[in-house]
């Protein structure tokens, strides 16, 4: 009889009811702060490669806080927020990035990856 040991990545268990409502916080939260600082640099008369440089932060940060606070962190959105904040700073730079052509590319991948990637398995 083998000795196995507990899985201590605490990360890999399935969130309670508690963390899955403050996921719910936590999405709310970055929601509210995006739109606010897409009005405000509208208003300001920013331009929207800074409105999207800033929502794409925006989602960063909600990403990186869920992962610090013991959530999982939502490929989907980390990407979406690095192809933000990407296609913002390259446009404030004088560039312009097709930015519908790489979500739709970020997204076709992400969707590829989650059925090629061994080990994880719907509904368990």
């Known amino acids: 009889m ?26 709310r939260a ?6 606010i600082w897409g ?8 331009g ?5 440089t800033g929502v794409g932060a925006i989602l960063l940060v909600e ?3 869920r992962w610090r606070g013991g959530l999982p962190a939502d490929g989907f959105w980390a990407l979406a927020g690095i192809v933000a904040v990407t296609a913002g700073i390259a ?11 790489l979500v739709l590319i970020v997204a076709g991948l992400m969707l590829l990856g989650s ?5 994880k398995r719907q509904g368990v």
């Open 2 to 27: 083998q000795n196995e040991e507990p899985n201590m990545n605490i990360r890999s268990e399935r969130p309670g009811r508690k963390h899955r409502g403050l996921g719910r916080h936590w999405d």
């Open 30 to 35: 970055a929601v509210g702060l995006a739109l």
């Open 39 to 46: 009005g405000t640099a509208w208003l300001l008369g920013l």
């Open 48 to 52: 929207w490669y800074a409105a999207l």
């Open 63 to 65: 990403q990186v806080l």
């Open 91 to 101: 446009g404030l730079a004088g560039h312009r990035l097709p930015v519908m052509a």
């Open 115 to 119: 059925v090629v990637r061994p080990g």
